[in-house]
């Protein structure tokens, strides 16, 4: 499975900015996908996961009221809505697989088991 981010770019404090995550290669069985970001001089955190059908989605508390994520199966597609960017959130983007049909929260807080990693796409958010 190769991942593809993308919309990534720079923007001012308070714009909104989606990010996109397509899947391709052996993408036939179920999956969860998610995002991570790294900053500069900073570990990388977890932000954002969904599950398979969609009907489950996780969000680390810093997000929670600004982001959203969605996926488009049709597509093979991932979204993460930013809206209210703030320069904290300025960071490399990468976005991850876990596969199977279970949707495990510690496999995403602690990035346990990922299976397959996007390269990243860079959102800077200005002040």
């Known amino acids: 499975v190769q991942l593809q981010a993308s919309g990534g770019g720079l923007v001012q404090a308070g714009d909104s900015l989606r990010l996109s995550c397509t899947a391709s290669?052996?993408?036939?069985?179920?999956?969860?996908m998610g995002w991570f970001r790294q900053a500069p001089g900073k570990e990388r955190e977890f932000v954002a996961a969904?599950?398979?059908?969609?009907?489950?989605?996780y969000l680390a508390d810093f997000v929670k009221d600004r982001f959203t994520i969605s996926r488009d199966n049709a597509k093979n597609t991932m979204y993460l809505q930013m809206t209210s960017l703030t320069p904290e959130d300025t960071a490399v983007y990468y976005c991850?697989?876990?596969?199977?049909?279970?949707?495990?929260?510690?496999?995403?807080?602690?990035?346990?088991?990922?299976?397959?990693w996007g390269q990243g796409t860079q959102v800077t958010v200005s002040s």
């Open positions: 991850a697989v876990d596969l199977g049909e279970n949707f495990w929260v510690t496999t995403w807080l602690h990035a346990d088991g990922i299976d397959y």
């Open positions: 290669g052996r993408t036939s069985g179920s999956y969860a």
């Open positions: 969904i599950s398979w059908h969609g009907e489950d989605t």
